[in-house]
């Protein structure tokens, strides 16, 4: 259960609700490519992101895309890579396609990449994408010559994937250092900011993204500890970490991830955070509309994944009829156990505090404001401390 590149079960990709515009996307191979090996020949793998068109590689977000699978001794492997993503508010999107060669006891070989138009030249014909795969020529980065090979790649609805035979992706791209912290005022914090995608975490949005886990949480009762945090993405993480959409009926966030997580203060849990580089993985009871949720810590620093629920067990339950305390709002209650029996002190509560939207809910919003400007948050009443990473 890394947070890495890795597979798992996949349900279906998402399908397109309000506000969004869903694209699926296939790499179906390479042909000609460079063989970079001394002894045997290439063993290729293609990364793919997408992003407004002219951005550079490391300005598309590591969420929006996929990795394949590498193929053992190939200078033309087939990689079947389909994924669906959501390029709404993204203008005049690209596919942006790395490939490299797998070594073992070096960095991986660049090959070559290649930048598609989602909306230019043959992918969009008659006013839609044609689903009729394409080739594309590999250039290299310096000077933007040409490199060895084509690419073969097609666009469509999401619909494509099924019609195609091809089943999504559960391969990402590498996950990315953590970024570095930063720091807001509450009170200076503008609304605005949520819905417009910079705001101090990324608000939790979309037809990928259940209902009951949009907006932004504020988990109570942790002090100098965490503050809010949200199933928002795609983020700058990668490994499938805030990808902003479920992977079958699992989510995975990075605690000091990219804009997913804010702390009260900068303080020993934040540090902690940071030496585990810990990630949490939530596996629902329903990808659509989930009521329960099993969480494992992961520690990417320590190659650990804690599984043993007879050991610790930490769970959600979303509370259905809501909660009398925060009326209008999502309120999923956290409980843990230990050797079986349920640590009551440890309970506490995710409340939706800002809507799907960008809109902070009443009077849920008012409470958080006045805990974290209390004493009981902590050394730095009224801020929140968060990551973000470089680009």
Known sequence: MGCGASSSTLAPEPIAGEGSDLRSIVIWGAKGLRDADVVGTSDPYCVVRVGPKGSAWAEKFRGTGRRSEQVKDSISPQWNLGFTVDIAGMKD???????????????????????????????????????????VKLFKVKGGETGNGTLSVSAGTPQMLQDLNVKPSGF??????????????????????????TGPLRLGTGPGLPAALRGI??????????????FGGPSGDGGGCSAGQMVGNRLKVRVAGD????????????????????????????????TRCQIYPEGRNLGFTLTADWLLDFDMELLKDGD???????????????????????EYALVQVIDGQGQPIEPAWTKFVEYQN??????????????????
């Open 93 to 135: 999107p690209e596919i942006h396609i790395r490939v490299y060669d797998k070594d073992l006891l070096t960095d991986d070989d660049f090959l070559g990449e290649a930048v598609v138009d989602l909306y230019d030249g043959d992918l969009y014909h008659e006013g839609s994408l044609t689903q009729t795969p394409i080739d």
């Open 172 to 197: 990402f791209d590498a996950v990315g250092p953590i970024g570095a912290v930063k720091s807001v005022d509450i009170k200076d914090i503008d609304m605005k900011s949520f819905s417009a995608g």
């Open 217 to 230: 949480f504020w988990l109570t009762k942790q002090g100098p500890s965490s503050a809010l945090a949200s």
């Open 259 to 290: 804009r997913t997580w804010s702390f009260a203060e900068n303080g020993k849990s934040n540090t902690l955070v940071e030496a585990l580089d810990l990630v949490y993985h939530f596996v629902f009871d329903d990808a659509v509309n989930p």
């Open 324 to 346: 009398k305390e925060f009326p209008g709002s999502v309120v999923w209650k956290r409980i843990s156990s230990v050797l079986g029996r349920e640590a009551t002190s440890a």
């Open 374 to 391: 209390s004493a009981e948050a902590g050394s730095s009443p009224g801020k929140i401390f968060y990551h973000e990473a470089s680009k």
